[in-house]
């Protein structure tokens, strides 16, 4: 699945979510989305072509949608989402 075909529907079946919570999903999506592209610098078109970007984006999905707190009990990242989007940044210094 290409990273642009990700819809609120595929992200509400990922987290077991139910339908009352489409709205917020809808807001988390928008947002991870867009924390993808700014963290890997890509275009769409880009993370169209990666098929594994689009498995790190459910994950950031769930976790905004399953950890709605300001604070965390861990401030360790993801490992497998952190090397996913790692080995297609093209922005990092």
């Keep these: 699945m290409k990273f642009s075909e990700v819809d609120v529907e595929i992200v509400k079946e990922y987290a077991n979510a139910y339908d009352e919570d489409s709205g917020l999903l809808k807001i988390i999506l928008e947002g991870a989305k867009s924390r993808v592209k700014s963290y890997t610098g890509l275009s769409d078109d880009e993370l169209d072509m990666h098929e594994d970007i689009t498995i790190a984006l459910l994950v950031i999905c769930n976790e905004m949608f399953e950890n709605r707190v300001y604070s965390a009990d861990s401030s360790k990242?993801?490992?497998?989402?952190?090397?996913?989007?790692?080995?297609?940044?093209?922005?990092?210094?």
């Design 77 to 93: 990242a993801n490992i497998l989402i952190s090397s996913i989007l790692d080995s297609y940044a093209q922005n990092l210094l």
